[in-house]
């Protein structure tokens, strides 16, 4: 029997860019393969949500495709046929409709690049592999630009970024006389303070959401299916955008450090998941954000726009360029060789700690924690606690929607946890009770006084934060930008040192109760 389709064209579940070049010919002899995997839903313990929303995402992605005139088979989890990984399944679609061309575009995983390169090898017909045509920049740029200079400092990329694509300047020179202003962008949100809504969907995942429960994969974290709240196509992103330029960014600057019990967004965008499964690009996202300021300058100063701006040509391009420098070595890297396990309670949010607490309960009830909870909170803690970094990154894999390896890693077992010995971070990222009062309200009415260093309500964080410092001083204390922190150490009595240290050696063996 004849089939008319010669190409086979592969689709990624992070890979639902209406804009790509593919598209933009309707050709019959290309079949389009989008699938639900096993080996994509087992490799961590992923959030309920964060399947759904990619499962209802590639499912609508498919039927827009179809509905444009492309040939799609859309293969779910469920399928007799399935066979639960890619190569299997490709394989199997080249025989039954003797598939002369196979082609995919570059995955943004190393382990999936690997695993096509590989099975591409293998294949007796044609291949072909595309740019996704997403990012800025392409996985060696950032190579590239560091090379022959020291180090990797995530503010000269910045800067080039700003330059070469033309991006908030007047010639030469960064518009409002800065680069950063990062200095502006640290304010508690005030007592009497309600920040704006966030704009959430109604979407029904239910059949998504009982494919998985009947496959009976293992997830984390509540959903309610009839009712989810995250965009799934590109419709709803580009209408979370429009609402976040509107509505949130003339105060994104300003709080986007601020942590708060009762607000889980503030003024973040939350439009992680939209652009790491680009159904958004970070071009469309940095116009309209610049299109807004522009048109209400008034209502929109620029340190909140910079802010903004820095997260995605700054810090996105530039962890994506670090993993494809330094994978696959980066995902064993162990600093400070640290070996403890997990709380069991970063699972559940049980723990006497609020701002843990609140952080991890929140992200089990959304699937989302904005960067200084993930950094300073949950990550502060980690770190403090020399948890392993594998123990670390599977969680951090798992919990959040917008959680994809390129980009998750680097920012945890890189920025977080400085397992990497400074590549991403020129220090570790580590505080006290302190910084957590001063960002956020979580100390209030916690089981714990964030003043005190000792004692049986002495704040975990204190200690903990002394602890760490002492101990790794061999490789910490020649650091420019840790000397104050030595010098205060060194300041303290040996007596009150040795208390501090006993303190947090008691809450190292009793992490589980703390």
């Known amino acids: 029997m004849q ?36 080996t994509e839903t087992d490799y961590v313990w992923h959030h309920i949500q964060k399947i759904c929303a990619f499962f209802a995402a590639m499912e609508n992605f498919a039927d827009l495709l179809k509905s444009e005139g492309h040939e799609v088979l859309y293969l779910k989890l469920d399928d007799p046929s399935n066979r639960q990984n890619f190569e299997d399944n490709s394989e199997d679609l080249i025989k039954k409709y003797n598939i002369q061309k196979f082609e995919y575009q570059l995955p943004d995983e190393f382990r999936l690049d690997k695993d096509l ?44 970024m700003r330059k070469k694509h033309n991006i908030l300047m007047h010639g030469e020179k960064p518009v409002g006389g800065k680069w950063n202003f990062d200095e502006e962008n640290r304010s508690k949100l005030p007592k009497k303070h309600k ?63 601020a942590m708060h019990t009762d607000e889980w967004a503030i003024y973040h965008s939350r439009l992680s998941f939209a652009m790491n499964t680009k159904m958004l690009s970070p071009k469309e996202v940095v116009n309209a954000a610049i299109d807004s300021w522009e048109k209400s300058e008034k209502h929109i100063t620029i340190n909140q726009l910079e802010g903004f701006i820095r997260q995605i040509i700054g810090w996105r391009e530039y962890m994506r360029g670090i993993y494809w420098l330094k994978m696959p070595d980066f995902e064993k890297m162990n600093y400070f060789n640290h070996q403890r396990k997990l709380p069991g ?66 920012n945890t077992r890189g920025m977080s946890q400085y397992a990497d010995g400074g590549i991403t971070g ?78 947090a050696g008691y809450y190292l063996d009793h992490l589980e109760e703390l």
């Not at 949010?349 to 609140?358: A, E, R, V």
Request: glycine share 4%; hydrophobic share 35%; net charge neutral.
């Open 117 to 160: 390169k590989t099975f591409c090898n293998k294949l007796p017909i044609a291949t072909q592999a595309y740019d996704t045509e997403h990012f800025y920049t392409d996985r060696e740029e950032l190579g590239s630009f560091f090379s022959g200079k020291k180090g990797l400092l995530m503010e000269n990329f910045y800067r080039e």
């Open 426 to 503: 020129s220090k570790p990222y580590t505080a006290s009770a302190n910084y957590i009062h001063k960002q956020s309200n979580y100390c209030e009415r916690c089981h714990y006084d964030r003043k005190e260093k000792t004692g049986d309500n002495a704040c975990p964080f204190n200690s903990l934060y002394w602890n760490f410092h002492d101990l790794h001083r061999d490789k910490l204390s020649l650091n420019f930008r840790l000397s104050g922190v030595y010098r205060i150490w060194d300041k303290k009595s040996s007596e009150e040192r040795e208390a501090i240290l006993n303190q």
């Open 3 to 38: 089939h008319k389709y010669k190409t086979l064209r592969l689709i990624l579940g992070d890979q639902l860019n209406l804009l790509h070049s593919w598209y933009n010919e309707r050709d019959s002899t290309v079949l389009y393969v989008i699938m639900e995997l096993r």
């Open 345 to 410: 309670w970063y699972w559940t949010g049980n723990t006497k700690m609020n701002c843990l607490k609140h952080s991890i309960k929140q992200s089990l009830d959304y699937a989302y924690a904005h960067h200084i909870q993930r950094l300073m909170i949950t990550g502060n803690f980690a770190l403090l606690a020399g948890i392993n970094p594998d123990e670390v990154d599977f969680w951090y894999l798992g919990i959040y929607i917008d959680a994809i390896q390129w980009v998750e890693i680097t």
């Open 195 to 257: 920040p704006n809504a966030p704009i959430l969907f109604d979407n029904n995942v239910q059949q998504q959401y009982n494919r998985i429960i009947e496959a009976k994969i293992k997830t984390i974290g509540t959903i309610n299916p009839a009712h989810f709240f995250w965009p799934i196509d590109r419709q709803q992103a580009i209408e979370m955008l429009n609402y976040f330029t509107k509505s949130c960014l003339p105060l994104f600057g300003t709080f986007q450090d």
